[in-house]
Every structure is written in structure tokens, then in C-alpha cells.
């Protein structure tokens, strides 16, 4: 279906983003009447998001120069401010109406961001690069073995992942799982919709 979108802005630092996103009126409708079940969760702006967003632009040593791929990424704020720095930013979802969106933000801030269609269980071996960006992937208990398998193969492929997740108590044990290979960990507070502080973790794997 066709969204009509909102614009919000961002500003991490000296980088100032205008986002394009789904209106919250129509996102709600879409909920009340049960279609395309996810859909509120790719079109909206979740605090990981906003958090690695920050980490990317306090920290841009990780994806200075790199070839940088946002799985998973929803509407791709992550993905427009690493294009500041980046030498290529491919921003993916496997919804459609995500990517276009995504595409539509990149036009409006004049940043040179490539986005395709990916399903982050069956990557193409040609699409990895230096550093792969996750935000808030691992939300669902039931795919946390599938999970682990397409990092573990993104780790062998030599790419670095940063991974930004709120500290949701379920998703313990799969974090655990990742602690040998994570070579950086910090924490960012965002403010989220209810204007509480909430934590977000970051890890850097390699």
C-alpha cells in the first residue's frame, strides 16, 4: 500500500536529518484493521534507531571510508547519517514500501544511498560489506537461533557489525551468546515516546 508520509527531523551532533515517515493516524488505522501485521514496526522510529544513529556520529572512526550495509533497516535513519561519512550506504528491508520510503529521505537530504530488498535470511554474498548495521533486530525469541546463524556467517565473511538493542530481559541469553566477539560496548540514553530515559545498548562484533 501507499503511505502518506510525515517529515521529522533529527539532529546528532552536526548532522541535521529530515525523515521521511509514515503518518501516525494511517500507522494506526493500518493496526486497528489487522494488515500487514508488522508494519508498525518498520514505520516507525524506534529508540535503537535514534541510539546508533548518535553512536554513528560520535563515532565515525568504524565506517569512515567503509562499504556500509543496514539490514533490516526500516526507515534507514541509521543509514543517513553514516552516508556522511561512508564511502557507499546500501540501506535494506525486505518491505518494499520501506525501502522506497528510505530512498525517498536519501533524495531529500541529497545523500547518495543505494537501497534494495533483502531478506536478512538469505543475503547475497555479494551484497556484504565493510560494516553491517543492525538496530533493534532482535525483538522476537523465536528467531534468535536464525539470528545468530546470519551473524555468525556475516563475522566469517570479515564484516563488522554494530548492533544497537534495548535491554529487554527476553533477549538476554541471545546477547550472551554474541560477548566473544564483541569488541566495543557502550550505552546510549534516548528519550522515548512516553519521554522516558531508556537505554540502549551498542555493541561493535568482529
Request: glycine share 4%; net charge negative.
Amino acid at each position: 500500500m501507499s503511505y502518506s508520509l510525515d517529515t521529522h527531523s533529527y539532529k546528532f551532533g552536526n548532522i541535521e536529518i529530515k525523515l521521511r515517515v509514515p503518518s501516525d493516524g494511517q500507522l494506526f488505522a493500518q493496526f486497528q484493521q489487522k494488515q500487514e501485521g508488522n508494519g508498525l514496526y518498520w514505520g516507525q522510529i524506534w529508540p535503537a534507531a535514534i541510539a546508533l544513529s548518535q553512536y554513528l556520529a560520535d563515532n565515525p572512526i568504524h565506517i569512515e571510508n567503509k562499504n556500509i550495509l543496514e539490514l533490516a533497516g526500516g526507515l534507514g535513519l541509521p543509514s543517513l547519517v553514516a552516508a556522511h561519512f561512508a564511502k557507499t550506504v546500501c540501506c535494506s528491508d525486505y518491505i518494499e514500501e520501506a525501502v522506497r520510503i528510505v530512498a525517498e529521505s536519501a533524495q531529500l537530504n541529497h545523500l547518495n544511498i543505494a537501497t534494495e530488498r533483502i531478506d536478512w535470511n538469505d543475503i547475497p554474498n555479494d551484497t556484504i560489506k565493510d560494516v553491517i548495521l543492525l538496530s533493534d533486530i532482535n525483538y522476537e525469541p523465536a528467531i534468535f537461533d536464525q539470528l545468530l546463524l546470519v551473524i555468525k556467517k556475516l563475522l566469517d565473511r570479515k564484516a563488522k557489525i554494530i548492533l544497537s538493542t534495548p535491554q529487554r530481559l527476553m533477549a538476554k541469553p541471545f546477547i550472551e551468546k554474541l560477548l566473544p566477539f564483541v569488541s566495543e560496548q557502550t550505552e546510549i540514553p534516548v528519550m522515548n515516546k512516553e519521554r522516558r530515559k531508556e537505554w540502549i545498548s551498542i555493541y561493535v562484533l568482529e
